[in-house]
């Protein structure tokens, strides 16, 4: 599965912001796919993921209720929807997929985008 991410930025806090995640090779529908980020001196951390099949969503409890996730499976795409940013949100955001279900250690990586949230 190749992944390809885009839509990272610079927002203020409390404003939005939407990430993309495209999805391609054979069986894309066989993976669950997810975003992850990583703040500077931080490890890298589960943010939110989605399994393309059965649309079982789950939620790091630091986004719950401001970020939500979804796919538009005719495009391969998952989209990360991301409201009342805060400060605290700054980091790289990486998309992942896993076979079926997502584990703290995907398979497979897609590059970095920015997020940079001012206060």
């Known amino acids: 599965v190749q992944l390809q991410a885009s839509g990272g930025g610079l927002v203020q806090a409390g404003g939005s912001l939407r990430l993309s995640c495209a999805a391609s090779?054979?069986?894309?529908?066989?993976?669950?796919l997810g975003w992850f980020r990583q703040a500077p001196g931080k490890e890298r951390e589960f943010v939110a993921s989605?399994?393309?099949?059965?649309?079982?969503?789950q939620y790091a409890d630091s986004v719950k209720g401001r970020f939500a996730i979804s796919r538009d499976s005719a495009k391969n795409t998952v989209y990360l929807q991301m409201n009342s940013l805060k400060p605290e949100d700054t980091a790289v955001y990486y998309c992942?997929?896993?076979?079926?279900?997502?584990?703290?250690?995907?398979?497979?990586w897609g590059q970095g985008t920015q997020v940079t949230v001012s206060s």
């Open positions: 090779g054979r069986t894309v529908s066989s993976y669950a």
């Open positions: 992942a997929a896993d076979l079926l279900v997502m584990s703290t250690r995907p398979g497979y």
């Open positions: 989605i399994r393309w099949g059965a649309d079982s969503i």
